[in-house]
């Protein structure tokens, strides 16, 4: 026989696979595979970050962070500006790659918002109160919240559970 807790963790791991495979969506409008969207996010909230402040929260090894930020600055998204001394160039979003990060994130919410249709407005504002709770209880130190928060709008998320945990 098996406890509630395991049909939970059952049920929540099942809308985990739901959810991971909408966010494919948001993978394709930048036209390349692997942590692009994320990083290109990352380098919206945070600009002027080196590629060694990019790769931590991607989990990318140092080379691996290099070809991805080579691929970007080819496709034009991304300019590297100035030099941190031994720390490396700053890293900045181009006018065109502001606008790929506006899409995909608006793509981002199409693709998530028709999840939560079934639910009524309160059952909504429970959902948000039990994942603000949960994101929180995930905390740790600076590099969770920019894992954690690799892909968010931050423009929408007023008060970031991870962040206000942290503090």
């Given at each position: 026989?098996?406890?509630?807790?395991?049909?939970?963790?059952?049920?929540?791991?099942?809308?985990?696979?739901?959810?991971?495979?909408?966010?494919?969506?948001?993978?394709?409008?930048?036209?390349?595979?692997?942590?692009?969207?994320?990083?290109?996010?990352?380098?919206?909230?945070?600009?002027?970050?080196?590629?060694?402040?990019?790769?931590?929260?991607?989990?990318?090894?140092?080379?691996?962070?290099?070809?991805?930020?080579?691929?970007?600055?080819?496709?034009?998204?991304?300019?590297?500006?100035?030099s941190r001394g031994r720390r490396g160039f700053e890293l900045?979003?181009?006018?065109?790659?502001?606008?790929?990060?506006?899409?995909?994130?608006?793509?981002?919410?199409?693709?998530?918002?028709?999840?939560?249709?079934?639910?009524?407005?309160?059952?909504?504002?429970?959902?948000?109160?039990?994942?603000e709770k949960l994101l929180a209880a995930r905390k740790g130190?600076?590099?969770?919240?920019?894992?954690?928060?690799?892909?968010?709008?931050?423009?929408?998320?007023?008060?970031?559970?991870?962040?206000?945990?942290?503090?």
């Amino acid at each position: 026989m098996y406890s509630e807790d395991a049909r939970v963790s059952n049920l929540l791991g099942a809308m985990a696979l739901e959810v991971s495979r909408l966010q494919e969506v948001v993978h394709e409008s930048v036209g390349q595979t692997g942590a692009a969207a994320s990083a290109l996010d990352t380098i919206a909230a945070y600009p002027g970050r080196t590629i060694e402040q990019l790769r931590k929260p991607l989990g990318l090894s140092q080379p691996g962070a290099v070809r991805l930020v080579e691929r970007l600055v080819g496709a034009g998204w991304v300019d590297r500006r100035g030099s941190r001394g031994r720390r490396g160039f700053e890293l900045h979003l181009t006018a065109a790659g502001r606008s790929v990060v506006d899409e995909l994130l608006a793509r981002r919410r199409a693709a998530l918002t028709p999840v939560l249709e079934p639910l009524s407005r309160r059952e909504r504002a429970q959902l948000e109160s039990l994942l603000e709770k949960l994101l929180a209880a995930r905390k740790g130190d600076r590099g969770d919240l920019e894992r954690l928060c690799r892909l968010c709008e931050r423009d929408v998320c007023r008060r970031c559970p991870v962040a206000a945990a942290q503090a």
